[in-house]
C-alpha cells in the first residue's frame, strides 16, 4: 500500500491511496483517480516522501488507529482546518451564492464566507469563474464529542 500526495489541476491536494505505483499510473490514465473537491480527473503526483503502509488492505479500520502514533493525526488536523475556517469566516448560510456574486461585482466588500449553495448555485458560480471550494463540514452537534 502506497500514499501519495496527489494535486488537481484547481490546484486541491488530496491523498491517495494505492498498491503500488504502476497501480497509481494505470488508474490516472484510466481517469479513475477524481479530486474529492471538485471531480477534476486530471491529478498529478507532487513530490513528497512516499509512505508505505505495512498493513493489509483489508483492515483500513484498524490500521487508521493503530497507526496514530506514527502518522499525522488527519482527525485533529481536520478538525483545526474546520475550526480555522470557523474563526476566519463569515457563515451567510443559504446565501453562499449570493453573498459570492456580490463581492464579485463589487457590490460588497471582499471578505471570507462560508455557506451552504445548491447545485444549481454552484453552476452559476462556475459560470462566473468565482473559485470557491467545498468542504465536508460536520454537523455542530458532533463538535464535543471524541
Ligand atoms: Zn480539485
Not at 501519495?4 to 494505470?26: Q, R, V
Not at 473537491?37 to 479500520?61: G, M, Q, W
Not at 463569515?90 to 449570493?98: L, M, N, T, Y
Amino acid at each position: 500500500m502506497i500514499i501519495f500526495d496527489l494535486e488537481c489541476s484547481n490546484g486541491h491536494i488530496f491523498e491517495g491511496w494505492f498498491d503500488s505505483a504502476d497501480a497509481f499510473e494505470e488508474q490516472k490514465n484510466k481517469g479513475l483517480i477524481n479530486c474529492p473537491y471538485c471531480n477534476d480527473t486530471n491529478v498529478k503526483r507532487i513530490l513528497s516522501p512516499v509512505r508505505v503502509a505495512h498493513r493489509r488492505k483489508e483492515e483500513p479500520e484498524k490500521m487508521n488507529k493503530q497507526s496514530q502514533d506514527k502518522y499525522i493525526d488527519y482527525e485533529k488536523l481536520y478538525k483545526d482546518f474546520v475550526d480555522y475556517i470557523k474563526n476566519n469566516s463569515e457563515d451567510v448560510g443559504p446565501d453562499f451564492a449570493k453573498e459570492a456574486l456580490k463581492m464579485h461585482y463589487g457590490v460588497t466588500e471582499k471578505r471570507n464566507i462560508r455557506g451552504t449553495a445548491t447545485e444549481e448555485e454552484e453552476k452559476i458560480l462556475r459560470e462566473e469563474g468565482i473559485e470557491f471550494f467545498k468542504i465536508p463540514m460536520p454537523k455542530e452537534k458532533d463538535e464535543n464529542k471524541h
